[in-house]
T-cell receptor
Framework: GENVEQHPSTLSVQEGDSAVIKCTYSDSASNYFPWYKQELGKRPQLIIDIRSNVGEKKDQRIAVTLNKTAKHFSLHITETQPEDSAVYFCAASKQAGNMLTFGGGTRLMVKP | GAGVSQTPSNKVTEKGKYVELRCDPISGHTALYWYRQSLGQGPEFLIYFQGTGAADDSGLPNDRFFAVRPEGSVSTLKIQRTERGDSAVYLC???????????FGPGTRLTVL
């Protein structure tokens, strides 16, 4: 089955700096890659997603890039703010409506 | 509109007991998913419903776990003879049939003593 690896497991940045989280996946049939943000004790919330027919997608301070050949995708957060502090999960899915396989998560800490 | 809801929010039980966890998906969402999240880890897939039928139950760890969705809306995850290793947060998600985006509920924290 699909395997998703996520790095780093923890990331500490200064407010205003950029943060980058990377994920690799094993199944070349995967074609949908969402990113979720989970605050302590709360539900995972979708922040951005990308499909395999697109190489990059941006939404204000958040962007995701996808390299299908290398089977990796990355989350980029610019101008980080303390409220960006949370655990971020990447995931992969093989088709619309199918199960998600999650990475192990990255704890992002933004220091004011 | 209302998001995915789950009840109870917390459940403490003793080893060997039976528990039921409930999920109310977003109205109109035909797909429903159950995941399990252990402390410090990403959610792990358990089972997926499309309508009333289980489209994929390959993530259920053993036959103590069972889930139903009799009317294609509310779903119940049932765990028999609970073990301490079942302790985790059980997350439910729903999506519009045929679409990708899964919306998660707040989870049920299950503690087996």
């Amino acid at each position: 089955g699909e395997n998703v690896e996520q790095h780093p497991s923890t990331l500490s940045v200064q407010e205003g700096d950029s943060a980058v989280i990377k994920c690799t996946y094993s199944d070349s049939a995967s074609n949908y890659f969402p990113w979720y943000k989970q605050e302590l004790g709360k539900r995972p919330q979708l922040i951005i997603d990308i499909r395999s027919n697109v190489g990059e997608k941006k939404d204000q301070r958040i962007a995701v890039t996808l390299n299908k050949t290398a089977k990796h995708f990355s989350l980029h957060i610019t101008e980080t703010q303390p409220e960006d502090s949370a655990v971020y999960f990447c995931a992969a899915s093989k088709q619309a409506g199918n199960m998600l396989t999650f990475g192990g998560g990255t704890r992002l800490m933004v220091k004011p | 509109g209302a998001g995915v809801s789950q009840t109870p929010s917390n459940k403490v039980t003793e080893k060997g007991k039976y528990v039921e966890l409930r999920c109310d998906p977003i109205s109109g969402h035909t797909a429903l998913y159950w995941y399990r999240q252990s402390l410090g880890q990403g959610p792990e897939f358990l089972i997926y419903f499309q309508g009333t039928g289980a489209a994929d139950d390959s993530g259920l760890p053993n036959d103590r776990f069972f889930a139903v969705r009799p009317e294609g809306s509310v779903s119940t995850l049932k765990i028999q003879r609970t073990e301490r290793g079942d302790s985790a947060v059980y997350l439910c998600a729903s999506s519009l049939g045929g679409a990708d985006t899964q919306y998660f509920g707040p989870g049920t924290r299950l503690t087996v003593l």
